[in-house]
């Protein structure tokens, strides 16, 4: 089955540096990979997604890329402030289920 | 008005009794899930439900029960808690359940077994 694994665990930045998130996954039929966002205490929403005909979207400062050859996909934030403070979570479809990644905490310091 | 809401937002209970969560939604969506979150944020599906009727059925213990009274509607009981079970318990729904459309999550349920 599908096997979706997410780097770093941790990242920690400065504010006004950007971040990169990096995925993996195994299955070449995967076809949609979505970002979820989770502040603490709060509940995983969408922030962007990117399907597997298209290797980059953009959405102001937020920014994925995919990489079907190699099977990972990438997300980068510019500009970070402290409210993109959260734990990050990449995804990938099967035919039947969604696939979550293990989770990347960022914290922006000020 | 919120699109995906479950209740409780915080369930504490002792060891081997037995406990429901109701979700509910109203963004007309035909399709609803179970996630378990752990304590180190691993997100996993457990159940899902197209239409009232039952699609994913991860590898759970039949101690846990989805019940899909209609489409708008997806209550999770579990009989027998164990202290594994302690966990936050997301409630989500989607329009068709072709995996690969967006997710709303409910506002989680906090289970917390002494």
């Known amino acids: 089955g599908e096997n979706v694994e997410q780097h770093p665990s941790t990242l920690s930045v400065q504010e006004g540096d950007s971040a990169v998130i990096k995925c993996t996954y195994s299955?070449?039929?995967?076809?949609?990979f979505p970002w979820y966002k989770q502040e603490l205490g709060k509940r995983p929403q969408l922030i962007i997604d990117?399907?597997?005909?298209?290797g980059e979207k953009k959405d102001q400062r937020i920014a994925v890329t995919l990489n079907k050859t190699a099977k990972h996909f990438s997300l980068h934030i510019t500009e970070t402030q402290p409210e993109d403070s959260a734990v990050y979570f990449c995804a990938a479809s099967t035919p039947d289920k969604l696939i979550f990644g293990t989770g990347t905490r960022l914290q922006v310091f000020p | 008005d919120t699109a995906v809401s479950q209740t409780p937002k915080y369930l504490v209970t002792q060891m081997g009794n037995d406990k429901s969560i109701k979700c509910e939604q109203n963004?007309?969506?035909?399709?609803m899930y179970w996630y378990k979150q752990d304590s180190k944020k691993f997100l996993k599906i457990m159940f899902s439900?197209?239409?009232?009727?039952?699609?994913i059925n991860e590898t759970v213990p039949n101690r846990f029960s989805p019940k899909s009274p209609d489409k708008a509607h997806l209550n999770l009981h579990i009989n027998s808690l164990e202290l594994g079970d302690s966990a936050v318990y997301f409630c989500?729904?989607?329009?068709?359940?072709?995996?690969?459309?967006?997710?709303?999550f409910g506002s989680g349920t906090q289970l917390s077994v002494l």
């Open positions: 990117i399907r597997s005909n298209v």
């Open positions: 963004l007309g969506h035909d399709t």
């Open positions: 299955d070449s039929a995967s076809n949609y």
């Open positions: 989500a729904s989607s329009q068709a359940g072709t995996m690969n459309e967006k997710l709303f």
């Open positions: 439900y197209n239409n009232k009727e039952l699609i």
